[in-house]
């Protein structure tokens, strides 16, 4: 079955620290590959993407995400972490075979940036 | 530019009553989505509309009806609320991919449900 894994449910880290945010997927083909963030009490905002190229790809307030195919991973990165990143993090994919593209999400992962 | 419009915001209802939540997005969009978000449960799908004229179930359609009214607006009606269906329901749009789209989600504010 299709499925997308945030293997942790909260990820801490110290402010001005880098952080990583892990999420591996078991979806066949070449999927496209998303990241949300939602802060609290709000609707999710999209981060950043990967449809094919360069496996390191930049998105919205600094974040980037590593696409890596032979572990099937697509992990949320950022240098330095500000508190403001203390958000809920969601990896998704979408599966680009048989028209009917449906899009797997995974679970969460809460973000704390301490000061 | 107001994306993705949610009403209402907030809403308590009795069990057995019934409501319709409403969502209208202005991006010109073909594909609209109604999800459900519970602790520690993530994102659940409940209805999708591929494009204007359709809708097809998700993962989680039981107690629930759509109507797709145009291609702005896609409504989420519950005819006999629960209070399993306590939950934050938010509705989404975007392009269908391929065509020219990479089909990522817009979202709006969510409309928090409490079934008494």
């Known amino acids: 079955a299709q499925s997308v894994a945030q293997p942790e449910d909260q990820v801490n880290v110290a402010e001005g620290n880098p952080l990583t945010v892990k999420c591996t997927y078991s979806?066949?083909?070449?999927?496209?590959l998303f990241w949300y963030v939602q802060y609290p009490n709000r609707g999710l905002q999209f981060l950043l993407k990967?449809?094919?190229?360069d496996n390191l790809v930049k998105g919205s307030y600094g974040f980037e995400a590593e696409f890596n195919k032979s572990q099937t991973s697509f992990h949320l990165k950022k240098p330095s972490a500000l508190v403001s990143d203390s958000a809920l993090y969601f990896c998704?994919?979408?599966?680009?075979?048989?028209?009917?593209?449906?899009?797997?999400w995974g679970a969460g992962t809460k973000l704390i940036i301490k000061p | 530019n107001a994306g993705v419009t949610q009403t209402p915001k907030f809403q308590v209802l009795k069990t057995g009553q019934s409501m319709t939540l409403q969502c209208a997005q202005d991006?010109?969009?073909?594909?609209m989505y109604w999800y459900r978000q519970d602790p520690g449960m993530g994102l659940r799908l409940i209805y999708y509309?591929?494009?204007?004229?359709?809708?097809d179930k998700g993962e989680v359609p039981n107690g629930y009806n759509v109507s797709r009214l145009n291609k702005r607006e896609f409504s989420l009606r519950l005819e006999s609320a629960a209070p399993s269906q306590t939950s934050v329901y938010f509705c989404?749009?975007?392009?269908?991919?391929?065509?020219?789209?990479?089909?990522?989600?817009?979202f709006g504010e969510g409309s928090r449900l409490t079934v008494l």
């Open positions: 989404a749009s975007s392009e269908r991919p391929p065509s020219g789209s990479t089909g990522e989600l817009f």
């Open positions: 991006m010109n969009h073909n594909s």
């Open positions: 509309s591929a494009s204007e004229g359709t809708t």
């Open positions: 979806v066949s083909g070449n999927p496209y």
């Open positions: 990967y449809i094919t190229g």
């Open positions: 998704a994919v979408r599966d680009m075979r048989g028209g009917n593209y449906q899009l797997i």
